[in-house]
């Protein structure tokens, strides 16, 4: 099973790194995009060199926040900053963590 596949599986259609409910229709032309739209994050930075299939849908505003960054260093600022997502991104983190470990095994 894929990453993204696993996510969704667990979390639906809320955001896992901050519980809100995703919309999934395109923002209107011209418009700036709602902080509740739903796009691709990738656990660690594409642009760094780190592998596109490992994405999980994430709310635009948590993607735009973690930026290049990989979700174990995002949950690192976030538990240093003492954000309220801390804690779900740090579980989201082990979540990547434990689905490459049972990938292995397998």
């Given at each position: 099973?894929?990453?993204?596949?696993?996510a969704?599986?667990?979390?639906?259609?809320?955001c896992?790194?901050?519980?809100?409910?995703?919309s999934?229709?395109?923002?209107?032309?011209?418009?700036?995009?709602?902080?509740?739209?739903?796009?691709?994050?990738?656990?660690?930075?594409v642009?760094?060199?780190?592998?596109?299939?490992?994405?999980?849908?994430?709310?635009?505003?948590?993607?735009?926040?973690?930026?290049?960054?990989?979700?174990?260093?995002?949950?690192?600022?976030?538990?240093?900053?003492?954000?309220?997502?801390?804690?779900l991104?740090?579980?989201?983190?082990?979540?990547?963590?434990?689905w490459?470990?049972?990938?292995?095994?397998a």
């Amino acid at each position: 099973m894929r990453l993204h596949e696993a996510a969704e599986r667990k979390w639906r259609n809320r955001c896992p790194c901050c519980d809100r409910v995703m919309s999934q229709h395109p923002p209107k032309k011209g418009r700036p995009t709602p902080s509740t739209h739903k796009t691709r994050g990738h656990v660690a930075s594409v642009a760094r060199g780190n592998d596109p299939r490992h994405w999980f849908w994430q709310c635009h505003k948590c993607n735009n926040e973690m930026g290049w960054l990989s979700i174990s260093a995002w949950a690192r600022m976030l538990i240093l900053a003492n954000d309220p997502r801390a804690e779900l991104v740090a579980a989201m983190a082990q979540f990547f963590h434990d689905w490459r470990r049972g990938r292995r095994a397998a």
